[in-house]
Each structure stands twice: as C-alpha cells, then as structure tokens.
C-alpha cells in the first residue's frame, strides 16, 4: 500500500496561490490547491484514467491514495 508521504510532490507558485501535483511512478493522482484567498481544496483522479474526476475540502487521517492495477498476467 502507497502512503501520501511516499508520493513525488511538484511545487508550483502562482500569483493566485500554491499548486502541489502528488504523483506515484510518474502518473498524477491529486491536485492539492491553496488559494491566496479563500480555502484549500483537492482535486483527485479516483478511477484512474487521468482525470481530476473528484473535488473535496480536505483530507482525513484514514485517506489512502488511489491505487490501480496497471498490468495483470
């Protein structure tokens, strides 16, 4: 099982706040975006086909990253 903290994080500073893009094995699962005003939210692709399909506030303690099978023999 992959841990949040064992995920490549990619800073990106703008104007209007702070992006960070969370990837496992080059393949960006979440968006965790801080505006310079308002609230954090996350973006995350909870199917796995690229897509930042699902937005929600925060983050619990018993969050697990989205995990696929990428090949199956």
Do not use: H, K, N, S
Not at 23 to 38: D, N
Not at 51 to 64: K, Q, S
């Amino acid at each position: 099982m992959q841990r949040l903290e064992e995920a490549d994080i990619t800073l990106i500073e703008r104007r209007d706040g702070l992006i960070r893009e969370y990837r496992f094995g080059g393949r960006l699962f979440m968006v965790e975006v801080i505006p310079r005003y308002g609230r954090p939210y996350y973006l995350l692709d909870t199917t796995g086909d690229g897509m930042l399909d699902t937005r929600r506030p925060g983050l619990g303690p018993d969050f697990v990253p989205p995990q696929w099978i990428l090949f199956t023999w």
